[in-house]
């Protein structure tokens, strides 16, 4: 009697779990992965899975129970930290954040798969530096750009991370040397040898991350000839005397430049102050309130030939009245 009941019960039980797997199987390789501070769930389709199959997305912390991230998509991943605008709760640099996923099809719905805890700055997998070089005379300046964060950015994060400078002749890649715990991102390489072909490799170091970051490229430079700096500036002492002897020279003969150039009937000083004097001034009121000062006329006789003045002065007939009197 009993023994019937029990194997009916299992048997009821054994029904119900094979139809609940019936409906909907479980998306699988369900991970949370961070590059550069961000935050992705990334999962592949149940075995067999049919095209319309759709998933949602959650992720949680310690404090933050699960939020949802994406609904009924159709691709196999979703970026947690692109939703900063809606109303998730932003991702932090410090946080501790597990994922889980879930497909839909129809009204069917798989179990929740959940993924592996990841805590953002420990776990973050942090992208190559961006490094330039600047070769003068025989050394090579090396700047760096740190790698852009999705959260955050690099020194507020990792504040005492250094970076592994790494450098070789490029004829000779298996001599390399390095320069390691460097915090400010400009070194200036002054062990060289002139004329020579350099390459150069940067990595960042942080304490909590166990791992550096991913290496910066290749990149590489020729120094010039030591002499190079040396010369650059005796051109420069060259030009610089060339134009203070141009500005001497233009010094002593200005009065003849000037003569050359200028027109010879300058106009007195006085009288240029006087035009560029306002018309409200007091001189010019006075001047135009006043009454036209009085003529002062002296007896002149002109006693001239008057056969020469006509052809010497043909003008001398149209003067005033005055002057013929
Ligand atoms: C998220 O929730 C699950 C159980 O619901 C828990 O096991 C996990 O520890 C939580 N994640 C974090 C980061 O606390
Ligand atoms: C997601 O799809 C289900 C049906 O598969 C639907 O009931 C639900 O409303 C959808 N949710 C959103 C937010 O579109
Ligand atoms: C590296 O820096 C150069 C110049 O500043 C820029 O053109 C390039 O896009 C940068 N590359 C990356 C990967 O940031
Ligand atoms: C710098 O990088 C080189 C190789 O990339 C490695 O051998 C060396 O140990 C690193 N130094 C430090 C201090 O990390």
Same mark, same amino acid.
């Not at 070769?135 to 955050?152: C, M, Y």
């Not at 003569?259 to 300058?266: A, E, N, S």
């Not at 000062?293 to 006693?303: A, G, L, R, T, W």
């Given at each position: ?66 939020? *949802? ?196 009937? *300058? ?59």
């Amino acid at each position: 009697m009993s023994a019937a009941l029990c194997s009916f019960i299992l048997t009821t039980t054994l029904y119900g779990s094979t139809v609940l797997s019936a409906i909907l199987s479980r998306p699988t390789n369900v991970h949370l992965t961070s590059n550069n501070m961000n935050l992705v769930l990334r999962w592949s389709p149940p075995e067999g899975a049919s095209k319309s199959l759709v998933y949602t997305a959650e992720y949680n912390t310690t404090v933050i129970p699960y939020t *949802v991230g994406c609904v009924n998509i159709s691709t196999c991943e979703c970026d947690f930290t692109s939703l900063r605008t809606s109303l998730q709760p932003s991702i932090v640099e410090y946080g501790k954040y597990t994922g889980r996923v879930q497909a839909h099809e129809g009204l069917k719905s798989s179990p929740w798969v959940e993924s592996n805890h990841m805590t953002l700055d420990k776990d973050t997998i942090i992208g190559s530096p961006n490094v330039s070089l600047l070769s003068n005379g025989a050394t090579i300046e090396v700047s760096i750009k740190d790698p852009v964060f999705a959260v955050s950015t690099l020194r507020n994060v990792y504040i005492s991370a250094t970076y592994n400078i790494s450098y070789w002749k490029d004829s000779q890649k298996d001599q390399v040397k390095y320069i390691s715990n460097i915090q400010q991102n400009r070194v200036v390489l002054s062990d060289l040898n002139p004329r020579t072909k350099y390459c150069v490799q940067v990595q960042i170091n942080t304490e909590s991350n166990s791992r550096p970051s991913h290496p910066s490229r290749v990149t590489c430079e020729n120094t010039t000839s030591e002499e190079a700096p040396w010369m650059a500036a005796v051109l420069t002492a060259v030009i610089m005397a060339a134009a203070v002897a141009l500005v001497c020279v233009l010094a002593v003969f200005r009065k003849s430049i000037c003569q050359l150039f200028c027109p010879k009937d *300058v106009l007195p000083q006085h009288f240029k102050e006087y035009l560029l004097e306002s018309p409200d001034s007091t001189i010019y009121l006075a001047m135009q309130n006043s009454h036209p000062p009085e003529e002062i006329y002296h007896q002149i006789s002109v006693i001239a030939d008057n056969r020469t003045m006509e052809e010497g002065c043909p003008l001398g007939k149209r003067e005033d009245p005055q002057w013929g009197d």
